[in-house]
């Protein structure tokens, strides 16, 4: 289990990762942050990145935040960090 924190743009053209904020992998997703949407879009998104099912990804915190923590199950570090963007 590995937990990430990144930086979530909602409301963007395309859902990619889009470099690095305040230290943090940054994450721009095409839903809006409304009703959860954003949010929903995040898990599903570092889901198929991953290769692991949504229910192995959770939101630990920041769920009204751009800031937020994620919880993944099945996945090692060296396997989150091939996935992130280059560090700046």
């Known amino acids: 289990m590995v937990i990430l924190h990144v930086y979530c743009q909602p409301g963007a053209r395309h859902t990619q990762w889009a470099g690095w904020h305040d ?7 095409k839903a809006p942050a409304v ?5 929903q879009a995040l898990i599903e998104f570092l889901a ?6 949504k229910s192995h990804v959770c939101l ?16 090692t570090d ?6 992130l963007p280059p560090p700046p």
Request: charged letters at 25%.
């Open 48 to 53: 198929q990145v991953l290769d692991v099912p």
């Open 78 to 83: 060296a396997q989150l960090l091939a996935q």
């Open 35 to 39: 009703e959860g949407a954003a949010n």
């Open 60 to 75: 630990v915190s920041g769920p009204h935040s751009r800031m937020k923590r994620v919880e993944i199950e099945g996945v």
């Open 23 to 29: 230290g943090r992998p940054k994450l721009r997703l």
